[in-house]
C-alpha cells in the first residue's frame, strides 16, 4: 500500500539511495585498488575478488550499529550489489548463448544477466573499444565500458568527457 509520503520521508530515501550509489563506486574503486595487489592469475580469480568484497560487504553491513547508520549500511549494500552484479553477469555470460534477434522472454534475459547490448545498432565510431577485460577486471563493469564508449571515437581516445 502507498501512502502520499512526506518530505522527510522523501529525503531520507534520497540519502540513503546517494549512499547506495557511493558504495558502489567505492566497490570499484576498492576492486580496482586490491586487483594489482593480489595479481589474479585469470578471470576467476578477479571474480573472486569481487564475490569476496562483496561477501565481506554484506556482513559488515549486517553487524554495523554505529553512527549514521541510515548512511552507511546502504553504502556497503552498494558495495555488495556492485560487486555481486558483475559476478552474475560474468557467470551469465558464460552460460546464456547470444541470440542476434532473440524473442522477448530472451531479449529480457539477455538484457537482465548484462548480455543485451544495442551494439548492433551503434555507427562504428560509437562501438565500445576492446579491452582485455581479463587483464583489467574493473573495466569488465557495464557502467564503466558504457562511460568508455562516450569517450573513444575511431580508435582515437578524447581528452574531455563527451557522455550523459
Not at 549486517?62 to 555481486?84: R, S
Not at 577485460?133 to 581528452?159: A, K
Request: charged share 20%; hydrophobic share 45%.
Amino acid at each position: 500500500m502507498f501512502k502520499t509520503p512526506k518530505s522527510k520521508e522523501v529525503v531520507q530515501v534520497a540519502k540513503g539511495f546517494a549512499a547506495f550509489e557511493v558504495g558502489k563506486r567505492v566497490g570499484r574503486g576498492v576492486v580496482g585498488a586490491i586487483t594489482p595487489l593480489v595479481k589474479p592469475k585469470d578471470a576467476n580469480q578477479a571474480q573472486m575478488i569481487k564475490g569476496g568484497l562483496a561477501l565481506v560487504a554484506i556482513v559488515a553491513a549486517a553487524a554495523y550499529t554505529g553512527k549514521n547508520k541510515d548512511l552507511v549500511v546502504p553504502a556497503l549494500v552498494g558495495v555488495a550489489a556492485e560487486q555481486a552484479g558483475d559476478v552474475i553477469d560474468a557467470q551469465a555470460a558464460k552460460m546464456i548463448t547470444k541470440e542476434a534477434n532473440p524473442a522477448v522472454p530472451q531479449k529480457f534475459l539477455q538484457d537482465a544477466m548484462g548480455l543485451g547490448c544495442a551494439c548492433g545498432d551503434l555507427p562504428h565510431d560509437q562501438m565500445p573499444p576492446n579491452y582485455n577485460y581479463d587483464s583489467f577486471p574493473m573495466l569488465g563493469s557495464p557502467t564503466i565500458r558504457e562511460i568508455e564508449w562516450d569517450r573513444v571515437w575511431d580508435g582515437v581516445e578524447q581528452n574531455e568527457f563527451t557522455g550523459a
